[in-house]
């Protein structure tokens, strides 16, 4: 993110120095920070940088600032740990609406990371979060062979009566969450239930955009903005 805030702080990050790296550990993660000095903006100094730090594996988010000077970016799809993580700091809702989708990308292909861990992922992901619930909704087409025994333990753990649908539930949105994991930036947006919480694990600016545009009443939280926002603040009182 841009360090505009720290130019305040005297000698720790003048308007022509390089970015400045903050390391810490956050949930078991080792996170490195970069304040990126505001005169960079738009430069190709910026560019070699972001590309530069998003290679050789690393996992890049980049800050809501930043987005203008990349307008093809796509933030990282979060570990199931991490989107169990953010769903969890949230006000409890009692019914789960997962939304998912199946894909033709091959294995072979370099985009296809979303796609190829969808599977383990959400398994990985209810066992984590399923504790409490009322219901459990799977929606759309992503929902593989090994789905049955998933509810079938899901069930006998804690009686929780999970289905796999096509279509999004009618529920009570004061009560009801909804995460998305589809790729694709097109949701179900007039079909959410009213006041319902939305978590978008793809960071899609576009799903943000249509949801402020047309559903003000629904809470729309995105992995990308919850981290902006948590980093921001461990920043801020450094």
């Not at 970069?34 to 190709?44: N, Q, T, V």
């Not at 530069?52 to 600032?65: K, S």
């Amino acid at each position: 993110m841009f360090g505009t805030a720290a130019e305040k702080k005297a000698g720790f990050l003048a308007r022509a120095a390089k970015p400045q790296m903050e390391r810490f550990f956050w949930q078991d993660n080792a996170v490195r920070l970069c304040l990126i000095p505001p005169a960079w903006a738009g430069s190709r100094k910026l560019t070699n940088f972001i590309y530069r730090m998003g290679g050789e594996g690393q996992e890049l988010w980049m800050a809501p600032e930043l987005e203008p000077y990349f307008p093809g970016w796509k933030q990282p799809f979060p570990e199931p740990e991490l989107a169990a993580f953010i769903l969890r700091r949230q006000p409890f809702r009692d019914n789960l609406v997962v939304l998912s989708q199946r894909t033709q990308k091959r294995e072979e292909d370099g985009e296809g990371d979303l796609h190829r861990q969808t599977g383990w992922w959400q398994e990985r992901f209810l066992e984590m979060v399923f504790t409490d619930l009322n219901r459990l909704y799977l929606v759309g087409d992503g929902w593989g062979s090994g789905t049955e025994s998933l509810l079938d333990w899901l069930y006998e753990e804690s009686g929780l009566a999970a289905c796999v649908t096509d279509r999004m539930p009618d529920t009570d949105g004061r009560k009801t969450a909804v995460v998305d994991l589809c790729a694709d930036s097109k949701i179900p947006v007039k079909k959410m239930a009213p006041g319902s919480l939305y978590l978008d694990l793809t960071s899609s600016p576009e799903k943000r955009r249509v949801m402020r545009q047309k559903r003000a009443d629904i809470s729309y939280i995105s992995v990308r903005n919850y981290l902006d926002t948590a980093f921001k603040a461990r920043y801020n009182v450094m």
